[in-house]
């Protein structure tokens, strides 16, 4: 394997990151590396696995740093889906320029919150012919993080009263979040459950400062909806679901993707994996999972999924 430390630039913003290529000559088909909310790192388990698998089996990988993360300038914490979306297609337009590249075999392998970047990325270029996403939601952020609410508490064994109880309060955050909710009215209503014993598990964000406006975070991003970009893609899909997801709704994600490629529904594989979680790791979605061996079903239907659209390598 070579590696090579390298920059790019999108709207500004230098980004650092590691491309890694097969021994030989190529040019090799490529994957970018698109972020969970978790981590900005280039050295997320996931992506070094991800490296190490795919630049054995011929394929380049770009992992790079998220702004703001590691080496790489910027603030994520400013940064909405469509500019972080900007990052991965300067990403991609450096790849197609390198030279060691196949420029029509470059796609993204995302990871939950990298599978709504990597849908909005494409949809906005012809660059990009493939994706592979773990863990993705076709819902919005804020219709996740309440199933996510609801899961929690649940699997913590609080009854439906709870489960009720914290998503009237995490609904009353979020209109607050939105300007749709006196700022007071949500206080009242996370003041009344934040010194329960399920408050924790409850997921409940903080409400937004009164003085952040659209600077906010949670607001840049609870109502992004992935449909439009959806609508967009006519790219090969791989699709992976953890059966013990305990973030996504897997069956209303994979029914709007299935709606979405209705036309072309053979560029699309989704697929749920027994005994994993959020992560493709044996871990079955516990505490836990993101440092559980990683699932050998993952490994080999990622192999065989990436060899068939570039059978030559």
Same mark, same amino acid.
């Not at 995490?170 to 006196?182: F, I, K, M, N, S």
């Not at 964000?205 to 006519?234: C, F, I, S």
């Given at each position: 394997m070579q590696r090579r430390e390298l920059t790019f630039v999108s709207d500004g913003c230098r980004l650092a990151g590691t491309l890694s290529l097969p021994d030989g000559d190529g040019p090799w088909p490529a994957i970018v590396t698109l972020h969970p909310s978790s981590t900005g790192s280039r050295d997320f388990r996931l992506f070094l696995h991800l490296e190490a698998l795919m630049v054995a089996a011929g394929f380049a990988v770009l992992r790079y740093d998220r702004r703001g993360s590691g080496g790489s300038q910027g603030d994520f914490m400013r940064a909405d889906f469509a500019q972080l979306a900007d990052d991965a297609l300067a990403a991609v337009e450096l790849l197609a320029g390198t030279g060691e590249v196949e420029p029509g075999l470059i796609g993204f392998f995302g990871v939950s919150q990298g599978g709504w970047i990597g849908p909005e990325a494409a949809s906005r270029s012809n660059r990009v012919r493939f994706l592979v996403l773990v863990g993705a939601c076709a819902v919005t952020p804020a219709e996740q993080?309440?199933?996510?609410?609801?899961?929690?508490?649940?699997?913590?064994?609080?009854?439906?009263?709870?489960?009720?109880?914290?998503?009237?309060?995490?609904?009353?955050?979020?209109?607050?979040?939105? =300007?749709?909710?006196?700022?007071?009215?949500?206080?009242?209503?996370? =003041?009344?459950?934040?010194?329960?014993?399920?408050?924790?598990?409850?997921?409940?964000?903080?409400?937004?400062?009164?003085? *952040?406006?659209?600077?906010?975070?949670?607001?840049?991003?609870?109502?992004?909806?992935?449909?439009?970009? #959806? *609508?967009? #893609?006519?790219?090969?899909v791989l699709l992976i679901h953890g059966d013990h997801d305990r973030w996504t709704p897997i069956e209303e994600s994979q029914r709007v993707w299935r709606e979405s490629f209705r036309g072309h529904p053979q560029q699309l594989t989704a697929v749920r994996l027994p005994g994993t979680g959020h992560y493709p790791t044996l871990a079955r979605g516990a505490e836990g999972e993101g440092a559980a061996p990683i699932s050998p079903d993952y490994e080999a239907l990622l192999l065989r999924w990436l060899r068939q659209l570039a059978p030559t390598v």
């Open positions: 993080m309440r199933y996510a609410t609801a899961t929690s508490l649940r699997g913590a064994g609080y009854d439906e009263t709870v489960v009720e109880r914290a998503l009237a309060a995490r609904d009353a955050v979020d209109a607050a979040t939105r =300007g749709e909710l006196d700022r007071a009215a949500a206080a009242a209503s996370l =003041g009344a459950v934040e010194h329960e014993p399920w408050f924790e598990a409850a997921l409940i964000p903080p409400l937004p400062d009164p003085d *952040a406006g659209v600077t906010n975070k949670w607001r840049l991003e609870m109502d992004y909806d992935v449909g439009p970009a #959806l *609508a967009q #893609l006519a790219v090969p």
